[in-house]
Structure formats: C-alpha cells, structure tokens
C-alpha cells in the first residue's frame, strides 16, 4: 500500500529515478496498484528531458512491495514500489518501461475526455506478470 509522504521508485525513463507521494487520488487513505498519485520528482539522472524541478506529476502505481493475493490462489510482491510518470493532462512522460508490471494494472481503465491512456502505456511495457 501506499501512503502519503512513501518515497517511490520511478520505473520509466523520464529523467528521475525517485518520487515522493504527496496526495492519494482516491477516496481511501492508500493507494494500490492501478490508481493514480500525486508526485514530486526527488531524485533525477537526466534534467535535459521533459521533466522539470519543484513541479507536481501524476504518477501510476505498477507494483506495490506489500504482497498481494490473486483469485487464482497466489501471492506475489516486487522489491519496491513502482509508478510511471504522467503530466496533468494524463501524457505518459517516457517512451519505455522498464521491468515488470503487474496484471492488476491491466484492469482498471481511467478515462480522461474518451482517452482510454493505460493500454498505451502497457504497449510501452515489455513483460506483465
């Protein structure tokens, strides 16, 4: 689960490798694979691409570090915890995803003005467990 002030890590190549979750998109007090956060970049490699400093972000939470239980009767979990970069009008920031990304993420789909923008992202994304 995340919560607000949990320090993530940035899975595409937007230009930062950390993030640190400042508001929780939902009405429940965590957020869970799938659902949308609000994010200031911490960490950068790159200042040269798209993102800038000090600005707020949409992240996507792809994997969670608490284990998760699937209907077919496994638990799984990753290292850390692992979101995607977006800007405010919903615009996936990189061109690549690394990694894996849960199967969970292919089950919610957001809507912004008719743009259905997850199934772009996982054709970004290499493998889905």
Known sequence: MIYK????????????????????????AWGKVGDL????????????????????????????KQWTYRYSGFFYRFFFNKILICNLQFKFLGSKVYGLVSSEFKKKVYRYQGIRFYYKLLAYSCYII
């Open 5 to 28: 002030n949990t320090i993530l890590n940035i899975v595409d190549n937007c230009g930062a490798r950390k993030a640190k979750c400042i508001k929780i998109c939902n009405k429940i």
């Open 37 to 64: 956060i609000l994010v200031v970049l911490r960490c950068f490699y790159n200042l040269k691409k798209k993102i800038k400093k000090g600005l707020i972000y949409l992240g996507l939470i792809v994997g969670v």
